[in-house]
């Protein structure tokens, strides 16, 4: 059975770091462009950062480039997602998504975790 699994959220202050983790069960996500979305309370699900099955192509939401880092360890089966100088802008449930197809649309994306929660105090 096809499983995603997010962790390392949390309580975080402004200014400082934390590292998402989404791991693979049941398969191997080894040939699958990975996405990490968000989605804030009461706004819509947003893009973060997505990464190729080879992890040689990655791409971020604009506003998103320098804090964040998308990378994968192929062994480990797991995509990470280094998230620094973290503002209350940040705080939302972070999502990652696999699929065959390497975008920053959502829609695209097949199979999804259940999601952690991020907040950031200020």
């Known amino acids: 059975q096809v499983h995603l699994a997010e962790s390392g959220g949390g309580l975080v202050q402004a200014g400082g770091s934390l590292r998402l983790s989404c791991t693979a069960s049941?398969?191997?996500?080894?040939?699958?462009?990975m996405g990490w979305f968000r989605q804030a309370p009461g706004k819509d699900r947003e893009f973060v950062a997505a990464?190729?099955?080879?992890?040689?192509?990655?791409f971020y939401e604009d506003s998103l480039k320098g804090r964040f880092t998308i990378s994968r360890h192929a062994v480990e089966n797991t995509v990470y997602l280094q998230m620094n100088s973290l503002e209350p802008e940040d705080t939302a449930v972070y999502y990652c998504?696999?699929?065959?197809?390497?975008?920053?649309?959502?829609?695209?994306?097949?199979?999804w975790g259940q999601g952690t929660q991020v907040t950031v105090s200020s």
């Open positions: 998504a696999a699929d065959t197809v390497l975008s920053d649309y959502e829609g695209v994306y097949e199979y």
């Open positions: 990464i190729s099955g080879s992890g040689d192509k990655t």
């Open positions: 049941g398969w191997t996500i080894g040939s699958y462009a």
